[in-house]
């Protein structure tokens, strides 16, 4: 059910950030406060050098976005404390003030505490902070902000607290306003173990970021975050969506439809979301979800939703399904309503079992006597595995030498599908069909990391099974499910366990009508459709 007047605010808010913040020439904000920190903005990403600032995980939000992010908080109290970690230059500060002051009903209050822990910053920042000031006494908000020069991991937990030399705040942050520094973290690491030490496991900075601002958070703060989409889904965000979702409750998700859109200054290709988020225990309150290409526009999707059809109740591994458009939701309903879970059609996936850096003693460019066929993702052509010749000069077998036998399995027909899908493949999911007989006689065969594979048990599926099963999953209804909850490229077994599967007659009665040639992408979907709608 659409809630009217929460889509109705939604869009207000996305005029306001992209409609009234540009001038005709698109060069300048309509805000003086804004104004000067994007010019600050621009320049220093010009000037700081993108590789030492991607090594800092830097990627400065652009005033439209800012501005949107700061217009989605609620923020109802009288006096606002707010929380900016990672802060910059001070461009959500900004948009956050700019945005209290553009209200009717106005804070009478607004403390800042930014965190920084780049150096150079700290000038740009205090400068943004003293604009802030300005701004705010204009509109007649009393104002104060303090700067935080360090790790935000490791003196944000002090924030409350205080220490001998700082006294603390004594009460939780009502507004967080984040675009966290995006950067994996080593599992030996300092930024590993703090975050460890607050029960968190995560593998990127950004999910600790999110983590640190929701335990500072009053009960009943907001957090308003631009972050990558890829925590929605996978094994390595699960510790993270479990600690996050313990304790927040998704208000809003706006997705981007480009990947070049949030971040076009940086050249950065990420899908992004932008959330808005409460801590509260109840989960049963609508969620606003959208999409669009960018900020410049009208939304092209905008629903509201439960929450538990966002994170769907019952789910092991909480994944986080946005689907912005109605659309989306009869696509989500059908995969749902498919009989199988992939164990109750006993199968299974698992990860290729050759990481080629730690078996190149084994490695071998062509077939030779005593080896087996070597599969790469590279292999898999128009739905089969063609072999040998991988254009990419990949290692085409492997030595049955010392080590060998623990990362082969049985000769059969398996179903391999791509871990990671170029950026020039139309679909995310990309399957092909290993078939012994299409292939020289070999016993045994080696799949590489990159690749997951299905089997039964170890061994190989029916061959009637595995084409129906692959063509399956390259029809456009998988891929247009898989793409409400992951948020990148990598597909992994895990994602593949998630699924729900047609009935195993259903998949045999689909592969016997594909022969030696697989069909295309609209043939694939024909059958798909015939034989799971109707049986």
């Not at 979702?245 to 990947?259: Q, Y």
């Not at 080696?446 to 997951?452: P, R, V």
Request: net charge positive; charged share 25%; with cysteine.
């Amino acid at each position: 059910m659409v809630v009217k007047s929460q889509i109705y605010r939604h869009e207000a808010v996305m005029q306001r950030a992209s409609a009234t913040l540009w001038k005709p020439d698109e060069q300048q904000v309509d805000e003086p406060l804004l104004e000067t920190v994007e010019n600050m903005r621009r320049h220093l990403s010009e000037h700081l050098g993108r590789q030492r600032r991607a090594l800092w995980g830097q990627f400065f939000t652009p005033a439209a976005i800012a501005l949107f992010m700061a217009e989605s908080f609620e923020a109802r109290q009288p006096a606002l404390r707010v929380l900016d970690a990672g802060a910059g230059v001070g461009s959500l500060s900004a948009a956050f003030v700019t945005a209290m002051a553009r209200r009717e009903h106005r804070p009478q209050a607004i403390s800042i505490t930014a965190f920084e822990i780049d150096p150079r910053l700290i000038p740009y920042l205090q400068t943004t902070l003293d604009l802030c000031r300005a701004a705010s006494r204009a509109a007649g908000i009393q104002f104060d902000a303090r700067i935080v020069e360090g790790n935000f991991l490791e003196a944000g937990p002090r924030t409350l607290t205080g220490d001998l030399f700082t006294p603390g705040l004594g009460e939780g942050f009502d507004c967080a306003i984040l675009n966290p520094p995006y950067r994996k973290i080593r599992s030996d690491s300092r930024d590993r173990q703090l975050l460890r030490a607050m029960g968190v496991e995560t593998s990127n900075l950004y999910a600790g970021f999110l983590a640190v601002a929701t335990t500072l958070l009053a009960p009943g703060g907001e957090i308003v975050a631009i972050t990558p989409r890829s925590f929605c889904n996978g094994p390595y965000f699960e510790p993270f969506r479990r600690f996050f979702l313990k304790a927040m409750r998704f208000r809003r998700i706006h997705v981007f439809d480009r990947r070049d859109c949030a971040f076009a200054d940086d050249a950065v290709l990420q899908e992004n979301i932008i959330f808005r988020a409460v801590k509260a225990a109840d989960g049963t309150d609508d969620v606003v979800v959208s999409g669009s290409p960018d900020l410049k526009g009208a939304n092209r999707h905008i629903q509201t939703v439960k929450h538990a059809d966002l994170v769907r109740p019952g789910d092991p591994h909480l994944f986080i399904h946005v689907v912005p458009d109605t659309d989306g939701q009869g696509v989500r309903r059908r995969m749902l309503e498919l009989e199988c879970t992939l164990e109750e059609l006993g199968l299974a996936v698992s990860t290729g079992r050759v990481v080629d850096f730690r078996a190149k003693h084994l490695l071998c460019l062509q077939p030779e006597p005593n080896t087996v066929p070597l599969i790469y993702p590279c292999h898999l052509q128009r739905g089969f595995v063609e072999w040998p010749g991988c254009r990419a000069r990949k290692p085409n077998a492997l030595v049955l030498g010392p080590g060998a036998q623990k990362l082969l399995v049985p000769k059969g027909c398996y179903v391999l599908v791509k871990r990671f899908s170029a950026k020039e493949e139309r679909r995310r999911v990309v399957a092909g069909i290993y078939d012994p007989l299409r292939l020289p006689p070999a016993e045994q065969v080696a799949f590489e990391n990159h690749l997951n594979f299905y089997h039964v048990r170890g061994a190989g599926l029916p061959v009637n099974l595995a084409k129906g099963l692959a063509a399956f999953l390259n029809s456009t209804l998988v891929d247009t499910y898989f793409r409400q909850f992951s948020g990148h490229t990598q597909v992994n077994a895990t994602d593949l366990r998630s699924l729900r599967y047609p009935a195993r007659d259903k998949l045999v009665r689909i592969g016997q009508h594909i022969g030696t040639t697989f069909p295309d992408q609209a043939e694939v979907d024909r059958l798909v459709r015939e034989v799971v709608s109707h049986g």
